[in-house]
């Protein structure tokens, strides 16, 4: 067949991706047009090239230029990490925001007004009633502050964990309690993926409406809206098993199996477009000249059995 009667690479929407993949002591490189791990031994594992959203990549590994490159065609996110997830280092952005979309974020995000409507929104999700009425940002957030610190509390004393609050040192992570590694590990875990969904449905990790000030702000108010429902009770359950070894690691296993479950990648970016809605502002028309988004889902050649 003439290559160009072959169908264009298509990356897996982010919906139907496996959530995370962590890499660690290995060199990723491309093999056969797919990922490929090669570690210490020389033995290669095969990661699926765009079925996963976001590769996690731990201290003492190296990347290729060829696998940054592929990373790039097929929209999975590198992130840079440290040992067990726990700090986010860099990341590489898989086509990242586009104008139209930015512009209307950002003008959500600096009308008061209107960034008190997503907020709101934002809180209706998350807690799954509507917020007291007549209440600025700043006191939403005091009053979500209250309800994680009891969440927290409450699931502590149903798995019967041993609980002192969310507090530890970033800079001297072996004196950190088992809890609270277990909880770092597990919010890397949904950081990331829901980083991969921010920057695939073209908007700006940095540009928030609860968190501000930060590269990730955005990440942040959007992952918050299913932390409790997801991440945080795999931490606590991991936590009061006290596994031997490394607890991150079974964290991370735990996560990903309730990502699958929850069908979280098919749930943010809808999430994302409910919440910014809320402002009830037109969306920027999109320039003629404008960048495509960053994993685009053309109609398909095959029925609906069928990826073409």
């Not at 209107?114 to 940002?137: Q, T």
């Amino acid at each position: 067949m003439s290559a160009g009667l072959l169908p264009p690479l298509k990356p897996i929407p982010i919906k139907e991706r496996m959530s995370v993949v962590f890499v660690e002591r290995g060199e990723i490189d491309v093999l056969d047009g797919a990922f490929v791990v090669v570690d210490a031994t020389g033995i290669r594992t095969h990661i699926p090239v765009g079925g996963v959203a976001c590769i996690m990549l731990e201290p003492g590994t190296r990347l290729s230029h060829r696998a940054a490159a592929l990373a790039a065609r097929v929209g999975t996110l590198l992130v840079w990490v440290g040992e067990a997830g726990v700090r986010l280092y860099s990341a590489g952005q898989p086509g990242g925001a586009r104008s139209d979309r930015l512009l209307y974020q950002a003008r959500l995000a600096l009308d008061d007004d209107l960034r008190l409507k997503v907020v709101r929104k934002m809180y209706a999700i998350r807690f799954g009633e509507e917020p007291p009425a007549r209440r600025s940002v700043e006191q939403l957030r005091g009053i979500e502050g209250v309800r994680v610190r009891k969440t927290y509390q409450l699931l502590a004393r149903q798995f019967g964990v041993e609980w002192s609050g969310r507090d530890y040192d970033a800079q001297s992570w072996d004196t950190a309690d088992l809890p609270n590694r277990c909880l770092s590990a597990a919010t890397s875990c949904l950081y990331g993926v829901t980083e991969a969904a921010v920057l695939a449905a073209g908007y700006a990790p940095a540009v928030g409406f609860i968190h501000t000030g930060k590269p990730l702000s955005f990440v942040y108010d959007v992952a918050d809206l299913y932390k409790f429902d997801t991440v945080v009770p795999v931490a606590f359950k991991v936590a009061a098993s006290r596994p031997a070894g490394n607890p991150e690691r079974a964290v991370r296993l735990a996560c990903r199996d309730i990502f699958r479950q929850s069908r979280l990648l098919d749930r943010i970016i809808p999430d994302i477009e409910d919440m910014l809605a809320a402002g009830e502002i037109p969306r920027p028309e999109t320039p003629a000249d404008a960048v495509g988004p960053a994993l685009p889902n053309p109609e398909s050649l095959g029925d609906a059995g069928h990826r073409a």
